[in-house]
């Protein structure tokens, strides 16, 4: 059974158009995470959900909104996608506070046209 | 800004031979030092994490070493197999919190 999964696993639209990527978690965690892995493969936070509560919301242009609608589950939607979007976005998971042990999903390969 | 700085870039080393990687922070505050491990098309994965109470810890072939008064850990991959070819960042968190990744280091290691 996967621990974190995460869909679609490729991603390839328009620029323009809006996009949703989910993720789910059965690990039993109570936080989530959002990051963005660049070409550059620099990994970078962008949201972050304990208890479906937002608790960390780095500088991220707000055409990115994320949601939580139960522990399990942590979705990200994007608005009026721009090249500069295309990137691996990874989800992630753990226990209690943001640090502890992350498991990370396998990653959603968006790249805009 | 980034509050890790992680070197080098990306490296070769030969089957059976030592890996290492170096991380240096600013913050005093960091209390938490992990490492992850990346495989291409694969999510990060926790491979080792130390606290700065402790100067040296081991996992299998995977050492980390600390220096606190230097404001450096770093990763040392011993009997380098071509197994561990991935990418490996470093990163750092304050009680727990918000992981700051270095920028990652690419190994490659030849049969």
């Known amino acids: 059974d996967t621990a974190v999964s995460q869909t679609p696993k490729y991603l390839v639209t328009q620029m323009g158009n809006d996009k949703s990527i989910k993720c789910e978690q059965n690990?039993?965690?109570?936080?989530m995470y959002w990051y963005k892995q660049d070409s550059k493969k620099f990994l970078k936070i962008m949201f972050s959900?304990?208890?479906?509560?937002?608790?960390i919301n780095e500088t991220v242009p707000n055409r990115f909104s994320p949601k939580s609608p139960d522990k399990a589950h942590l979705n990200l939607h994007i608005n009026s996608l721009e090249l500069g979007d295309s990137a691996v976005y990874f989800c992630?998971?753990?226990?209690?506070?943001?640090?502890?042990?992350?498991?990370f999903g396998p990653g959603t390969r968006l790249l805009v046209l | 800004q980034q509050q890790v700085k992680q070197s080098p870039q990306s490296l070769i080393v030969q089957k059976g031979g030592i890996s290492i990687i170096n991380c240096a922070y600013e913050?005093?505050?960091?209390?938490?030092f992990p490492w992850y491990q990346q495989f291409p098309g694969k999510g990060p994965a926790l491979l080792i994490a130390i606290r700065p109470d402790v100067s040296e810890k081991k996992e299998g072939r995977f050492t980390i070493s600390f220096n606190k008064s230097a404001k450096q850990f770093s990763l040392h991959i011993m009997d380098s197999q071509p197994g561990d070819s991935a990418t490996y960042f470093c990163a750092a968190s304050i009680k727990r919190g918000k992981l700051q990744f270095g920028a990652g280091t690419q190994v490659v290691v030849t049969p």
């Open positions: 690990l039993g965690h109570d936080t």
């Open positions: 959900y304990n208890n479906k509560e937002l608790i």
């Open positions: 913050n005093t505050a960091f209390d938490y």
């Open positions: 992630a998971s753990s226990h209690t506070g943001a640090g502890e042990t992350q498991y």
